[in-house]
Structure formats: structure tokens, C-alpha cells
């Protein structure tokens, strides 16, 4: 059973930067296509970016393109996401995800982490 453990999250203000870790254990990282996902209060779990097995391709979201970056050490076990620029809207639990397929949506993705806060302030 594959496990996900994120870190890294806290209480930042707005325009400061966050790298969010996802430490994957029980499983070879390079099996899987990485994603994290967010969830704001009262909104339903959206997709962030994607990372390819091979980290050949990457995906994000309109909202988050150009701020933030994902990337994966396989040799670690380890996916990130740096966050820079940080607004308001990024205030959301955040969480990492593997899929067996390179994808943008939520049910792709077969395990999941617990996640981690991001709370952004003015």
C-alpha cells in the first residue's frame, strides 16, 4: 500500500513563497505519476499540477501557472511544490497524489496523502 506524507505548509502572507514535500513510502516513486491537488473550505478538491514518472512533462492549472512549480527527486522518494507569489485564493489543505496515469483529474489518481494546510494572509 503506497503512503504519501506532505509537508511543509504553514502560515505565510501574500507574495511570499512555500515548498510543499511528499514523501512516498511502500513503493517506488518512479512508478507513478505524481499530482497535487488543493481543497478550500467549502470547495470541492482541485486539481494544482502534475509530473510525469519520467519528468518529462509537467501540467498545471491556469490559476497556479507561472507561481508554482512541481518537481520529483525519484532517488528521494520525494515530489515538491514550490508556491511563489502566494495569493489570497491559494489558502487551501493541499495534497499529493499518485496515479498510474499521467492525468488532470481528481479520480485518476489511486492514493492519496492526508495533506497539508496553506493559509495565506493579507
Known amino acids: 500500500q503506497v503512503q504519501l506524507v506532505e509537508s511543509g505548509g504553514g502560515l505565510v502572507q501574500a507574495g511570499d513563497s512555500l515548498r510543499l514535500s511528499c514523501v512516498a513510502s511502500r513503493c517506488t516513486l518512479s512508478s507513478y505519476n505524481m499530482g497535487w491537488f488543493r481543497q478550500a473550505p467549502g470547495k470541492e478538491r482541485e486539481f494544482v499540477a502534475v509530473i510525469r514518472w519520467s519528468v518529462e512533462s509537467t501540467s498545471y492549472a491556469d490559476n497556479v501557472k507561472g507561481r508554482f512549480t512541481i518537481s520529483r527527486d525519484n532517488a528521494q522518494n520525494t515530489v515538491y511544490l514550490q508556491m511563489d507569489r502566494l495569493q489570497l485564493e491559494d489558502t487551501a489543505v493541499y495534497f499529493c497524489?499518485?496515479?498510474?496515469?499521467?492525468?488532470?483529474?481528481?479520480?485518476?489518481?489511486?492514493?492519496w496523502g492526508q495533506g497539508t494546510q496553506v493559509t495565506v494572509s493579507s
Open positions: 497524489a499518485a496515479a498510474s496515469y499521467y492525468s488532470v483529474w481528481r479520480n485518476s489518481y489511486n492514493y
